[in-house]
């Protein structure tokens, strides 16, 4: 047999037929399902009278427009705006009906879908994990093939538990040496982004490797794994190593005895052959890492902190000179100039990309001692329940109340501005998220994607701020 790279392996021993040169059907261990990507799909299902196949191997979650204000008196949280309302509703009367687990509105353990599933022991090292959201490239932190599948596909998934699946090209990034102080894997994914653009992976499933992906924890993985579709990709994935085995089995009880010598020995077989060919290759030294922060209204439009805006006239003609002009005028920045120092009026820590507890921490160190500048509106939206939880007991969560952040109830908030947290317009967000495109968080508003360390230093100076400033007068 050949060299093959992870991606090849997971592909392979998920393959119930190949249909021809690009295409397969693929067997699914976990689909995960939310409010707003299922209704179409549950509808086809019952015209063609047809059953979900497996509904053990579907889960569910109202996670995009759960509100994430102080519930009523009565300790709910009520969904009171009629569309949202609606999918919720038909979201569990879908799972009702099939059986299918649902976190729903008011379950202690609900938030984001792609918190939640790993962190309750759902995603395992070589499973294949999809979902109708685009972020689930998430699970390739733990070594599952995890990627976003569209309504019509979610139907065929919820019949078949199998999906026609177009098969993708090999990329390699290796990332060798130590980020700098300062400096987190939100940053890194921000630099690459940046240099191979947002179509830089298209067409690629990446796999990350070196010595600073190893040292990255867990939550840090997530984070990486979770932006690199901003750059086009149709998967990400990290060999699972001891980091990632040990995350995964202090969260899954039911992997003991003869099973888990089993799972063990098939783990370790979970990664690139050495001589595995790569379609395309890049390398990047993490130690060359600076804090980095958007200036337009795409992920690849980002500078380190340090950096300057570019100037349109300074580019070839064309597309590129074209999106930069029209960034600019959105974002209303002028070409050439610092990014630090920029005022802005909102900050938004949260989301599937930025809202775990290692996040929370170190949104925290920053706030720690400090108080949100005057005339800023700053928010703390837990990714879970059990962050939320677990925050509460570290004492975060009063941390943040008394340096004058908003402490919410869990879910996706306003990283789409699908439950009600909407920015208005004009005005700028410091913003954990992944997608900064134009009316993301609000029509009109302007998102400035960060790590949330910068996230904080944004909030308690009132500008975006250099963290590593604030980090050398705590020393």
């Known amino acids: ?54 509904p053990g191997q579907n889960v569910a979650v109202v996670s995009h427009v759960i509100p994430t204000g102080p519930p009523n008196s009565a300790k709910l949280r009520i969904i009171s705006q009629p569309a949202p309302a609606l999918q919720a509703s038909n979201l569990r009367r879908n799972c009702e009906r099939h059986d299918i687990p649902l976190f729903d509105t008011n379950d202690a353990l609900q938030g984001i879908e792609h918190v939640i599933a790993p962190e309750h022991g759902m995603i395992r090292p070589g499973m294949v994990v999809i979902c109708g959201d685009s972020h689930t490239t998430t699970y390739g932190a733990l070594g599952a093939l995890g990627f976003g599948i ?21 990329m390699r990034i290796r990332v060798d040496g130590t980020l700098p102080l300062g400096t987190t894997s939100k940053d890194l994914i921000l630099m690459i982004i940046g240099h191979i653009g947002a179509q830089g992976a298209r067409g ?56 888990l010598a089993g799972a063990l020995a098939f783990w370790k077989t979970l990664k690139s052959d050495p001589d595995a060919t790569f379609d395309e290759e890049h390398r990047f030294d993490a130690s060359a890492v600076a804090p980095h922060v958007t200036w337009g209204t795409s992920p690849d439009q980002v500078i380190a902190i340090d950096g300057r805006i570019p100037v349109p006239e300074r580019q070839p003609e064309g597309p590129l000179r074209r999106s930069t002009e029209q960034a600019l005028r959105y ?48 928010m703390v939206v837990p990714g879970s329940g059990a962050v939320k939880v677990q925050a509460e007991a570290e004492g975060l969560s009063n941390l943040f109340i008394d340096a004058g952040f908003e402490w919410r ?21 410091a913003s954990t998220t992944n997608r900064n495109f134009e009316g993301r968080q609000g029509r009109g508003a302007i998102t400035h994607l960060m790590s949330p360390a910068m996230a904080a230093a944004a909030a308690v100076t009132g500008v975006i701020t250099d963290v590593r400033q604030l980090e050398q007068q705590h020393v």
């Open 150 to 170: 569209g309504t019509s596909e979610v139907e065929h998934v919820l019949a078949t538990q199998t999906l026609v699946y177009r098969l993708a090209k090999n």
């Open 331 to 378: 974002t209303h920045l002028a070409a050439g100039a610092e990014l630090a120092g920029t005022p802005i009026q909102h900050v938004f820590i949260g989301s599937c990309t930025n809202a775990r507890i290692e996040d929370l921490r170190a949104a925290a160190a920053v706030v720690r001692g400090r108080q949100v500048a005057k005339g800023v509106r700053a």
């Open 409 to 429: 109830e869990p879910g996706c908030s306003m990283c789409l501005a699908m439950n009600g947290d909407i920015l208005e317009n004009g005005v700028r967000c």
């Open 204 to 259: 690629y499933v990446v796999e990350y490797c070196g010595s600073a992906i190893e040292a990255l924890s867990v939550e840090a993985r997530f984070t990486l794994c979770n932006m690199t579709v901003e750059a086009g990709s149709r998967g990400a994935l990290i060999a699972p190593d001891a980091v990632a085995i040990d995350y995964v089995l202090a969260r899954t009880p039911d992997i003991a005895g003869s099973v």
């Open 1 to 54: 047999m050949p060299p093959r790279t992870l991606y090849q392996k997971l592909v392979e021993s998920h393959t119930a037929a190949v249909l021809d040169e690009q295409n397969v059907l693929l067997f699914c261990d976990l689909h995960l399902m939310n409010e707003y990507t299922s209704p179409q799909a549950f509808a086809g299902l019952h015209e063609q009278h047809r059953d979900v196949l497996m």
